[in-house]
């Protein structure tokens, strides 16, 4: 059974949603229950428009560049092609949508291999024309690859490193509140148990009160400021559902 997780433990940087499978268990402790998680890495929307799940919650966006001569230039090209690409639309203006004028799948993929042809230095993927929907933020998208400034925001996470069958398994240890992978207060920890040996995984950290106080004011926070919270559960599946 899918459940989603708490709010609070969803993150800003990562992903708004956080799908939790668990199945019940006969043992002396409820940490032991296991537990599938789903992290939801894009969002699409039903008019096309595709986002980062993590910046679902998110209400401003990055400042736009200005554009030098020669971006410009790249620019204008890119306006003659999507002219040719929307032929139905008499002016390709920066708030024209691509989607919206009438673009399909395999229009992406030739906008994409169009760039390519222009611009070594900018290789796009198909979700970054489903993610910048409008003239203006494609050229955006694009000069800010041009420029090396596309890169995401690392998300910091302190891995506990195991050897099973031959592969390195990475499990995160600490508490996820507010966007960051942090301790409980106090550093609290309880031993997480391999219940085919019953020996220890690792520590985990174990949650104080103040740490759910903190868990439940982000999620109350997201939940009431946030648009999931104003949406019911049909158009919430319809975004996760792939």
């Known amino acids: 059974m899918l459940q989603p997780h708490r709010l609070g433990h969803l993150s800003s940087h990562y992903c708004p949603l956080l799908l939790t499978a668990r199945t019940f268990t006969c043992g002396p402790s409820h940490y032991n229950s296991p537990t599938l998680q789903l992290l939801v890495k894009n969002l699409q929307f039903k008019d096309g428009k595709m986002i980062p799940a993590a910046q679902y919650f998110l209400s401003g966006s990055s400042a736009a560049v200005?554009?030098?001569?020669?971006?410009?230039s790249f620019a204008e090209q890119?306006?003659?092609?999507?002219?040719?690409i929307l032929t139905n639309v008499s002016l390709i203006e920066d708030s024209t949508d691509f989607f919206k004028s009438g673009a399909?799948?395999?229009?992406?993929?030739?906008?994409?291999?169009?760039?390519?042809?222009?611009?070594?230095?900018?290789?796009?993927?198909?979700?970054?024309?489903?993610?910048?929907?409008?003239?203006?933020?494609?050229?955006?998208?694009?000069?800010?690859k041009l420029r090396g400034e596309d890169g995401e925001e690392e998300l910091v996470v302190d891995y506990v490193e195991k050897n099973i069958n031959n592969m390195?398994?990475?499990?995160?240890?600490?508490?996820?509140?507010?966007?960051?992978?942090?301790?409980?207060?106090?550093?609290k920890t309880y031993k997480t148990i391999n219940p085919t040996d019953g020996t220890d995984i690792c520590e985990v950290s174990?949650?104080?009160?103040?740490?759910?106080?903190?868990?439940?004011?982000?999620?109350?926070?997201?939940?009431?400021?946030?648009?999931?919270?104003?949406?019911?559960?049909?158009?919430?599946?319809?975004?996760?559902?792939?």
């Not at 200005?66 to 410009?72: D, F, H, I, T, V």
């Not at 796009?124 to 494609?138: A, C, G, K, R």
């Open 206 to 242: 174990l949650a104080q009160i103040s740490d759910v106080d903190k868990a439940v004011a982000a999620a109350k926070e997201a939940f009431e400021e946030g648009e999931w919270g104003k949406m019911n559960p049909r158009d919430r599946g319809r975004l996760i559902y792939k």
């Open 78 to 84: 890119m306006r003659a092609v999507w002219k040719t």
């Open 66 to 72: 200005e554009l030098s001569e020669e971006e410009k």
């Open 104 to 144: 399909a799948s395999m229009d992406v993929v030739r906008l994409v291999e169009e760039v390519k042809l222009r611009t070594s230095s900018c290789q796009l993927q198909n979700e970054d024309v489903y993610m910048n929907t409008t003239f203006q933020d494609f050229i955006q998208m694009c000069v800010r």
């Open 168 to 187: 390195v398994i990475k499990m995160p240890h600490q508490l996820f509140i507010n966007g960051e992978f942090v301790d409980a207060e106090g550093g």
